[in-house]
């Protein structure tokens, strides 16, 4: 039990009063969809209109508590508005807002922080980027690698994402991406993230035949790969599914890189910062990147990203390699230097290694009467549960993960999906949240289940195998995210009011 004075969420959720969306949420979806473009994408997952947050927790304007498992895509490690982040942006907001690059005590603090929590060997011999977002982290990590080595091509994993900028989104895996932007891509080379549930080059056997199959891009002169200057990887896949890789993996990735002068570029934007129960998930593996991208819970909750690299990678870089007006802004750095503090000082870290694997149990024991459960995987507060049609076939079932979704929103628990075909429901709440509230969410998600378990299309266990999507000769099916989910109005069409004409546009 939590005590009372320790609660930093509401106490009182799961609350719904008006099945979401309620009326008040209805009048804001409204406004929105009139002025905003239809491109985004979260209020057709949650359509609730959030008025305050505390912790794990999140009020909507009906009144609604919601408990908050999706963390804004693991933004909120130490939950909304921690007390200590609330204090450290409110005292920096009485100093400066706004400094470019010009040093600062906060600026300095950071990174006196940042450096005591560096992974391995890159304490004390990393230099720093400051960036805004994880693409732009991204960005700038493979620019550096490839000046560093004076050469071109990056391996990025199937499954990746790595953002939507530019440059950023040839490394992100989906075709869908791919096909909004109109920015060139550098050289990608991409290769088979190991899924030991989904294996392509044996990866339920090890890392291996990724290796092998790495060592042919590189050896073979006829691979068709020219030259390779670093390998970007997720620890673990965050978008592409919450999938664990085999334990050799991330270790012989490093000796591959080594062997050949590749450069290893982790990308740590959402498996860092205590997610999996170390500061970086590398540690895990023992595993030291050569540059590191940090973003998301790095600011506390406030738009800030890094680039950690090691500081014998170049001897000089020209000045204004990399530049942007926001760069470490001095409330995200006020917020991101306590959130750091707050990781190396208590005992989460350690909580999350404790009660992580205990999560895992749970759902796992859940899953286990559940044939359309196929894999539950993890490691400390990023747990991914697949849905499949029949474990047999293994052939994913998004828009059973998406109705789950809308159920769990109905019983007033936000969750969200990912993976390739939005088929894996991921829990990443904050790692401050209370046991109770875990508990609650546990029960809802039973519940959930069982509510679907009556739905007609709900497969008896060893029934027959739906076609496998993306298997030769089987259309790919992208995943819908701009479809609402099951039982979730739509957001309204924007329309514009026809008594009052909109001004033409200026031209600038
Ligand atoms: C692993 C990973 N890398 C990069 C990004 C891109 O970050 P941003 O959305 O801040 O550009 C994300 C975002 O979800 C991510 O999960």
């Not at 100093?95 to 040093?103: C, F, K, M, N």
């Not at 940090?294 to 390699?321: N, T, W």
């Not at 993976?419 to 509230?437: H, K, N, Y």
């Amino acid at each position: 039990m939590t005590r009372p004075e320790d609660w930093l969420s509401f106490p009182d959720a799961p609350r719904i009063l008006h099945p979401p969306p309620g009326p008040r949420t209805q009048a804001l979806l409204q406004d929105q969809a009139r002025w905003e473009t239809d491109a985004i994408a979260y209020p057709h997952y949650f359509p609730i209109a959030p008025k305050a947050a505390q912790g794990s927790t999140i009020e909507d304007v009906d009144g609604n508590r919601y408990i908050d498992w999706v963390a804004g895509i693991c933004v909120l490690n130490f939950g909304h508005r921690h007390p200590r982040i609330v204090a450290a942006v409110e005292e920096q907001s009485r100093a400066i807002w706004h400094a470019l690059e010009l040093p600062t005590e906060v600026r300095a603090r950071f990174l006196k922080e940042l450096e005591e929590s560096l992974p391995g060997t890159l304490r004390n011999h990393a230099r720093i980027f400051f960036t805004v977002t994880g693409g732009d982290a991204i960005e700038t990590a493979v620019s550096l690698a490839d000046f560093a080595q004076g050469k071109r091509g990056t391996v990025a994993f199937s499954g990746a994402y790595h953002g939507v900028h530019g440059g950023a989104v040839h490394l992100t895996s989906g075709r869908r991406y791919h096909a909004t932007s109109s920015f060139p891509s550098g050289p990608v080379i991409r290769v088979p993230y190991p899924d030991p549930y989904r294996p392509v080059l044996g990866a339920d056997e090890g890392a291996a035949g990724t290796i092998a199959y790495l060592e042919h891009l590189v050896n073979d002169p006829y691979s068709g790969v020219d030259s390779v200057s670093a390998v970007l990887v997720e620890p673990i896949l965050g978008e592409g599914g919450y999938v664990v890789p085999p334990d050799d993996f991330l270790p012989a990735l490093r000796e591959f890189c080594d062997r050949h002068g590749i450069l290893l570029i982790a990308d740590e934007v959402q498996t860092g910062m205590g997610r999996t129960g170390r500061m970086w998930a590398v540690e895990h593996a023992n595993v030291t990147p050569d540059i590191v991208c940090m973003a998301k819970s790095i600011g506390g909750g406030l738009p800030l990203s890094v680039v950690a690299y090691r500081g014998d990678l170049v001897r000089e870089l020209p000045r204004g390699f990399h530049l942007g007006t926001y760069r470490a802004n001095p409330l995200a750095l006020a917020a991101g230097a306590e959130s750091l503090r707050l990781l190396r000082e208590g005992d989460l870290l350690e909580r999350t290694r404790h009660r992580g694997p205990k999560l895992l149990e749970r759902f796992r024991a859940i899953a286990e009467r559940q044939p359309t459960i196929g894999s539950v995987r993890g490691r400390g507060f990023m747990i991914g549960v697949e849905f499949v049609r029949d474990r047999k076939g293994r052939p994913p079932w998004g828009d059973r993960a998406k109705a789950m979704r809308s159920a769990l929103l109905a019983r007033g628990v936000l969750m969200h999906t990912c993976g390739a075909w939005d088929q894996t429901l991921r829990f990443m709440s904050p790692l401050v949240i209370e046991d109770e509230l875990l508990e609650r969410g546990l029960t809802a998600f039973e519940e959930a289940l069982d509510s679907l378990e009556a739905l007609p299309e709900t497969p008896r266990a060893g029934g027959p195998s739906a076609p496998y999507p993306g298997r030769p000769g089987e259309p790919h099916r992208p995943p819908d995210h701009t479809i609402p989910t099951p039982g979730v109005p739509p957001i309204p069409a924007p329309h514009l009011p026809a008594e009052k004409p909109s001004a033409p546009r200026e031209e600038r």
